[in-house]
C-alpha cells in the first residue's frame, strides 16, 4: 500500500506540471502525501480514505482512455471528424486525381470512407491495452515522467501501447479496406504507379490507416485528459468530483 501512494504522490506530481492546470492537481497531491504519512505513522483510519484518492486516480486516467474510444469508436467518429479524418496519403495525391479524372473517384471516396470505418472499429480494441498500462506503471517510470516534459505522461502511454495497439488495429482495418476491395486496388495501382514514377508510394494502405488510427487515439485521449483537469463538469462521478475538487 506504502509503495503505491508513492507512486500515486509521483504521478500526480508529474501531472502537476502540465501548463494552467497545477492547482487542482497540487490539491491532490497534498491528499496523496499526508495520506503517505499517516501510513508510516500507522494511522488505519486515514488509509480508508487514501483508497478512495487511489481509486479516483485510476478512474480519472481509464476514463480518459474510455472516453476517447467512445469518441472514435463509432459511426462517423474519424469521418466525421475535421481533424482526425483519415484521407488519402498525400504522397499519393496524384494517383487520387488521375483516378478521379478517369471517372473512378467513387473507388476512391468508398477507400476513404472503408479507411475510416476501420479505424473506428479498431480502436475499440484499445482500452483493455490503456488499462493494463495504466497497472503497470512503476515507480521508476513515475519518476522518469516527474523528471520529464509537459507531454511525458502521455509519451509513457505511447511508449508502453503503441506496438500493441497497431498489433491490435491493423487485422480490424485490413478486414475493412478488403470488405470493399480498397487494399486490391490501392495496391495494383500503386504498384503500376511506382514503376514509372521516381516518388514511390507506400503500397502498405492498412499500415498507413492502422498508424493514423493511432495517432488518432493519442490526440483524442490528450484532449479528454485535459478535460478532466480543467472543467469540473467532466469529472461525472462523485468518487471524480471528491478526489479532482479544489
Known amino acids: 500500500m506504502r509503495t503505491t501512494t508513492k507512486l500515486l504522490s509521483i504521478v500526480l506530481a508529474s501531472l502537476a506540471t502540465f501548463n494552467g492546470f497545477a492547482q487542482p492537481w497540487r490539491n491532490v497531491l497534498n491528499k496523496a502525501q499526508t495520506a503517505d504519512s499517516a501510513l ?6 486515514t488509509q480508508q480514505g487514501n483508497g478512495n484518492i487511489i481509486n479516483g486516480l485510476k478512474e480519472a486516467l481509464n476514463k480518459g482512455v474510455e472516453k476517447s474510444v467512445q469518441n472514435l469508436g463509432r459511426a462517423d467518429g474519424f469521418l466525421g471528424n475535421a481533424a482526425l479524418k483519415i484521407l488519402l496519403p498525400p504522397e499519393a495525391q496524384q494517383v487520387e486525381r488521375t483516378l478521379r479524372n478517369i471517372g473512378m473517384g467513387k473507388m ?6 472503408s479507411m475510416n470505418r476501420g479505424a473506428e472499429d479498431a480502436v475499440q480494441k484499445a482500452t483493455p491495452i490503456f488499462v493494463n498500462a495504466v497497472k503497470n506503471l512503476t515507480v521508476q517510470d513515475g519518476l522518469q515522467i516527474l523528471r520529464g516534459a509537459d507531454t511525458a505522461a502521455t509519451g509513457y502511454l505511447r511508449t508502453q501501447t503503441n506496438t500493441q495497439l497497431q498489433q491490435a488495429f491493423r487485422p480490424v482495418i485490413n478486414q475493412s479496406l478488403e470488405s470493399t476491395g480498397a487494399t486490391k486496388h490501392w495496391t495494383d495501382l500503386v504498384t ?3 514503376r514509372v514514377s521516381l516518388r514511390k508510394i507506400n503500397p502498405d494502405l492498412a499500415g498507413y490507416v492502422t498508424e493514423k488510427a493511432t495517432q488518432g487515439i493519442f490526440t483524442e485521449i490528450a484532449k479528454e485528459e485535459q478535460a478532466i483537469r480543467k472543467n469540473p463538469a467532466a469529472r461525472t462521478t462523485a468518487l471524480l468530483q471528491q478526489v ?3
Open 192 to 194: 503500376a504507379f511506382n
Open 40 to 45: 508510516r505513522s500507522g494511522n488505519r483510519g
Open 108 to 113: 476512391v471516396d468508398e477507400a476513404i470512407v
Open 244 to 246: 479532482f475538487g479544489n
